[in-house]
């Protein structure tokens, strides 16, 4: 068991530190309007690190346990990552997003829905059209996310071929 989580660990390492490092950034920036400090600390690199350790111990429970599901650490990362930006651009709105966790959660699974199609897949191929051919559709990488899939998983994207 000991053997199969360090193996674990191996593959995903570009995966959870990815996920890690955005998580701790992300929680930096939402909390960046908190002035209390203890021991003369800002209390957000607190919480930032406990945000960090949190997402890698369950980003690598996902990799373990929900294999097909991992593609989504990475979106729900950046997705992270972009809403606590607008909660630390506009502070305002920030605070009013934090006292509503159900309405931040529903932000950052839509962010992650929209960041893993553009990761991972085009995001718009022609529009609705293509849901309603009836032969059948190459969908091909771009460049840029044949590198990124290949920095995370360390394999070559595979080409989907759609039929209906």
């Known amino acids: 068991m000991l053997r199969r989580l360090l193996s674990v660990i191996h593959q995903e390492r570009r995966r959870l530190l990815f996920a890690i490092v955005l998580a701790y950034v992300s929680a930096l920036l939402a909390h960046a309007h908190l002035e209390v400090r ?7 690199i607190f919480i930032a690190s406990l945000q960090a350790v949190v ?7 996902v990799c373990i346990f929900l294999p097909s599901m991992r ?4 979106a729900i990362a950046v997705s992270r990552l972009a809403l606590a930006s607008f ?8 605070i009013l997003i934090q ?16 960041t893993s199609r553009l990761i991972h ?4 191929k022609g529009g609705a059209k293509v849901r ?12 840029w996310q044949k590198r990124f899939v ?6 070559r994207p595979i080409a989907v071929r759609v039929t209906d």
Do not use: C, K
């Open 87 to 94: 909660m630390y651009i506009f502070p305002g709105t920030g």
């Open 55 to 61: 997402v890698g111990v369950f980003a690598l429970l």
């Open 71 to 74: 593609f989504m650490i990475e």
């Open 99 to 114: 006292q509503n966790p159900m309405f931040s959660t529903t932000v950052v699974v839509i962010g992650a829905i929209g």
């Open 132 to 143: 309603f051919r009836r032969f059948p559709a190459r969908l091909e990488s771009l460049p």
């Open 38 to 44: 203890i021991d003369g600390y800002p209390i957000e």
């Open 121 to 124: 897949g085009r995001m718009f």
């Open 150 to 155: 290949h920095w995370v998983d360390d394999t």
